[in-house]
C-alpha cells in the first residue's frame, strides 16, 4: 500500500493530485489527444482545401510569386499534418512497451511543433489569399497583425499564465 496524505488512492503530487507516474501519464494522455483532435481536425480541412487549388483554372494565372508562396504553403501544411498525426502514430508503436511518460513527453514537443507549423501555414495560405484576392500592398501588415493575435492567442498568453500562476503557487508554499 502507498503512503497517502489521507483521502486518496495514491501519493499526492505537488500538483494537489493523488495518482502514480502512469495515472499522471495516463491523464496527461488523454488531455494531449483530446488538444491534438482540434489542432488536427483544422489542419487537415486547411490542407485539403489548399491541395485542391492547383487543379483550379485560376491557378495557371497565378503570379510565380504567389505560386512560389502556395507550394511553400502546402509544404508546411504537408509537414503540420504529420506532426500533428504524429502522437497517434508514436502512441500506435509504444503501446504496452510501460514508457507512456517518455511517450507523452515526446508526443507533446512533437505536438508543439505542429502548433508552429500551422501558425506557418495558416500565415502564408492568409498571405496568399490577400496577395490574390485584393492586391492591397498592405496585405504583409495585415498578415503580420493577425499572426501577431495567434502568438498572443496560442503561445504569449498560455505562457503568461503559466508564469503568473506558477510563481504565484510557488511563493504561497509553506
Known sequence: MRPTDGGGAGPRAANGRHESDEERA???WGELIQEVR???TGVQIL???LLTVAFTPAYEGLARTDK???VVTVLFG?????ALIGPVSFHRMVVGRH???????SASRLTFVGLLLLLATMT?????????ATHDPYAPWIVAAVVAWYTYCWFVLPLWARHRHTTA??????
Do not use: E, M, W
Open 26 to 28: 495516463d491523464r496527461k
Open 38 to 40: 482540434v489542432a488536427q
Open 47 to 49: 490542407f485539403g482545401f
Open 68 to 70: 512560389t508562396i502556395y
Open 78 to 82: 504537408a509537414a503540420a499534418t504529420g
Open 99 to 105: 514508457i507512456k511518460p517518455q511517450a507523452v513527453r
Open 124 to 132: 502564408s495560405a492568409l498571405l496568399l489569399i490577400l496577395r490574390v
Open 169 to 174: 503557487r510557488r511563493g504561497s508554499a509553506p
